[in-house]
Structures are given as C-alpha cells and as structure tokens.
C-alpha cells in the first residue's frame, strides 16, 4: 500500500533459475527479451519453465529471464504473460531462494534485487537465493498504462482521481478488468514455485506484499514453511472498511501524539490541532491532508524534522506545521501539502492501472464486491456512512473516509471479482512486524492480522514508520527477520 516506498513479499525455496518481461496486455513489447502470446493463444502445457536468462542490466550478480503465465488462470480468458524475474546468481545457497515481491499494488520488482539482497538484507543474502519478480501488470515491459490516472494520483492509495480518469482506465483495460486481481498474482506465484522446481517456500511480504503473501500462505498451506508479514495490510476484510481507511484515518491520532511525547515534547495536542484543521477546510482538503501525512512518514517518521531529506530546507516538522495552521497561519502546511502533491510518477516505477484493478477486484465495500450494480453503490455507501459513529475516523471526518482514492475509484469500477480466501493463515510460524509509526498499514492492522494467525508473533519497531526490510532507519526490524528466517 502507498506511494513512496519499495513494498515485497518474500518466499525462500530450495533451488533454481528464475524468469523476465511481462506485456501487461498479453502482445510483445519492442523492448522486451521475452515476448506474450496474443491474446487468443493458448498457454502452454507442461510445467511452467523460466526463458531468455541473461545478466540483469546494470545489476551484477543478478539473473534476468522470462516466466510465461497465463492471462487468466481461471482458463475462461485466453492468452499469456511474461513475467519479468531477477534472481541471485549464488545458486548454491544453503537455505534456498527468497522471493521479494514488491506490491502497492503497483511497483515492479527486478529493478530493486541489489539495493535489497546487497544492501538492505545482505545478512540473510548469505544463505538465501534472493529473486524477485514484476507483478502482473508492472514493470519496464509489463505496466499498465492508464495516463489520465497516472497523471492524476501516480503512486497515490488516498488522492481521488476524476470519473474521466477512471473510465479511461477502464477503457484500456476493457475485457481484462478483474485479471490483475491478488487471486491471479498468487496464482503466477505458485507457478514459479512449479518452474523452480520446489517443494516449499517461506512466504515474506511487505505493504501490500504482505497481502499477497498471506494469500499465498492460504492458498497454498502445503507449499509454505514459515510466513513474514512486514507492515501489514490483513489479507482479509470481514467488516469491509479497509477501503474506507477508518482504521488509518483514526490512527493519526495515536502517532501523532506518540511523536509530540518524544522529548523535547510539544506544548500542544496534535491530534486536536489536525481536528480543527481538518473541519476548517473543504473535505477535498480533509483528503489532502491525510494524504500529505501518509506520504511525509516516508520522508520524516519522527513528523518532526524540520528538515528531513527530500524536502526543500524548512519544509518538514509536519507537527508544527499543523500547529500554525490551528493559529491562523497555513502557509507551512500549504507548502509541505504542495511539496508532497500525488500523480505523474513514471507508469515503469508504479502502475496506477494496475493499482486500481486489483484493489478493486480484490476487495469488500459497503456496496458488495467489484461486479455490484454500479447504480446502487453510492445509496449503500451513504447508507453505511450513516450508521457509522464518527468517532472512528477521528481526528478526521466521515466526509475525508468517503472522498479517499481507495473510495471514489472502486465505487466507480467494474471488475471480475476475485474470490474470497478464508479468513485463517495455516499454522506455520508467522512473523508479524510493524513500526508504531506507520500511517499507511497502521500497527492497528498488524493485530487484526495476528488474530487469523494461530502461531504468529507480532513485532513493533518503535518509532519506525512502513516497510520495516526496505526504509527502517535502525536495525531491529531487520534483526528480527533474520532471526526468525536463521532458525
């Protein structure tokens, strides 16, 4: 889930050589080393296998090659895919292959096997083969490209795009809707496991990656050894409000606070300062603002700093900055609001087509799932809204909860539904790992999560904000996961 950030999933297995490019409407890409079947041809038979390996580029010590897919692997829509896969060329490793799989949904995962086997986790690179993999419907040869949307809200979750955005992205994918659903992306999951050859896999996901490895998990228990769940979005919604975001809107309050009680602590309230702002702008606003402090955590997870890398000097201390406008003064809030403005980021890094199909095939809302009449769906969600006590969604508005991208972009989309998984994880040993920071997956979240897991154990890094393996400024989230993968 979100933006800035690089979000996986990841599966260690025994052995083996891994696969490539992946045109997102199932025809070749110039550019591309392996090329799709058109769309009416038939997948191969067989056991899935990996093609065309070559060094990646600009990537030493990596293997790039090709995992052909089916379009759908329900078999009612014909075609294939290639997906693009790096692998570590250390094929002898002792525990097997690790898997990262980025998320969003979105972001493709080739380009970024170096910064996470050689950087971020060379302590676990030592013993495991680490691959990762395009999503369908990412990447450099594969994304989705719906430029309106792109233009409108890139790698944004919050920001609400227009109507015109979304019918034109529908209009691209047409026939496809509903075929980059988490069900289908677990499905090319599995067949890698076939193609490498492998018996099990240790399945460990980030951000959305962690909702696609608990799917995974789910689907295929037998195949799984042990699970990591990082910054967790739960892979199931019984109360069908995730995409509400009432548990991320009304988490502000507690991170916030948590930030303003570090010393030197702040004299005022920021959660109640954020609540007088919020009812003293537009809802459109309202969802600006939250989508500002959801990006800045990227930036600054202290919400403090009045100069955090990646902001112009002066731009940052989010707290104070909401804090003046409480006082007559936005302009500090004004400005850091424009500095963190959502859409234009380039379709290879983050696929905003592909981001909406797939939450929204995935996913339950007060409407139903993403095949519902379209003419009944704003009449429920009001409906909904109604009913539900505003303390919720606190220090914001039910009004920020209805106007979020997440929202507005699957009350307007129509889709092949994915189906629903159980709710339980298999009784591996699951580790769950969460930053008491993080406003995009709240650690709220991770303890829904932790209640379908019969063997987990939630981990909190303190002061850390999302995605633990890729962005922790410490080191204690990554300890923990390579403690629990050395056993």
């Given at each position: ?15 083996a ?20 079947h ?29 995992l ?26 002792p525990k ?29 690179a030592?013993?495991?083969?680490f691959?990762?993999l ?27 795009p ?11 994918l ?19 496991r ?7 896999m ?19 228990p ?33 991170v916030l ?8 602590a702040?004299?005022s309230d ?13 809802a ?6 939250f ?20 902001l ?21 809030l ?8 959502p ?6 890094s ?9 939450f ?52 307007r ?8 998984p ?28 932790a209640a ?5 154990k ?27 993968l050395?056993?």
């Amino acid at each position: 889930m979100r933006s800035r950030l690089l979000v996986t999933a990841v599966v260690a297995t025994t052995v083996a050589a891994i696969g490539g490019p992946a045109a997102a409407d199932g025809t070749p890409s110039p550019a591309a080393r392996g090329t799709a079947h058109p769309a009416g041809a038939p997948a191969a038979p067989g056991r899935p296998r990996l093609a065309d390996p070559h060094p990646c580029p600009d990537q030493p010590g990596f293997t790039c090659s090709t995992l052909r897919v089916p379009l759908d692997h329900r078999g009612k829509v014909p075609g294939t895919l290639d997906l693009q896969v790096a692998t570590a060329d250390n094929t002898g490793a002792p525990k097997g292959v690790l898997l990262f799989l980025t998320g969003g949904p979105g972001q493709p995962g080739v380009p970024y096997i170096s910064r996470i086997a050689t950087q971020r986790l060379p302590e676990l690179a030592k013993d495991y083969r680490f691959v990762m993999l395009d999503q369908r419907g990412t990447g450099e040869f594969g994304a989705i490209d719906c430029p309106r949307l792109q233009a409108e809200v890139g790698s944004s979750d919050i920001a609400a795009p227009t109507s015109a955005a979304i019918e034109e992205c529908a209009g691209v994918l047409g026939g496809r809707r509903g075929l980059y659903s988490t069900e289908q992306t677990v499905a090319d999951y599995e067949a890698l496991r076939r193609a490498l050859g492998v018996d099990t896999m240790v399945v460990d996901g980030v951000s959305y990656g962690s909702f696609t490895a608990a799917r995974y998990a789910v689907a295929h228990p037998a195949r799984v050894r042990k699970v990591v769940l990082d910054s967790v979005l739960p892979h199931v919604d019984p109360q069908a409000d995730d995409g509400l975001y009432f548990v991320g809107l009304h988490a502000q309050a507690r991170v916030l606070r948590d930030a303003c009680a570090t010393a030197p602590a702040c004299a005022s309230d920021p959660a109640e300062d954020l609540a007088w702002v919020v009812r003293h702008r537009t809802a459109a606003d309202g969802v600006k603002i939250f989508d500002t402090i959801v990006s800045y955590e990227f930036l600054d997870p202290t919400y403090r700093d009045p100069n955090p890398p990646g902001l112009p000097s002066g731009h940052g201390d989010l707290v104070g900055a909401l804090h003046a406008a409480r006082h007559g003064d936005p302009a500090r809030l004004d400005t850091i609001i424009a500095d963190l403005a959502p859409g234009g980021d380039p379709v290879t890094s983050y696929s905003s087509g592909l981001h909406i199909d797939a939450f929204c095939s995935d996913g339950v809302f007060p409407w139903g799932r993403s095949d519902a009449p379209l003419g009944s769906r704003q009449a429920r969600l009001d409906r909904t809204l109604r009913r539900t006590d505003p303390r919720r969604v606190w220090p914001y508005t039910l009004a920020t909860s209805a106007g979020n991208g997440f929202t507005q972009e699957c009350l307007r989309w129509s889709s092949r539904p994915a189906a629903e998984p159980p709710a339980r994880l298999p009784g591996v040993p699951v580790l769950l790992l969460n930053g008491d920071h993080d406003l995009s997956t709240p650690l709220e979240w991770a303890y829904e999560e932790a209640a379908h897991a019969p063997n987990g154990k939630v981990v909190v890094v303190k002061g850390a904000s999302h995605s633990i393996q890729n962005r922790e400024h410490g080191h204690a989230g990554r300890d923990a996961v390579i403690a629990f993968l050395a056993r």
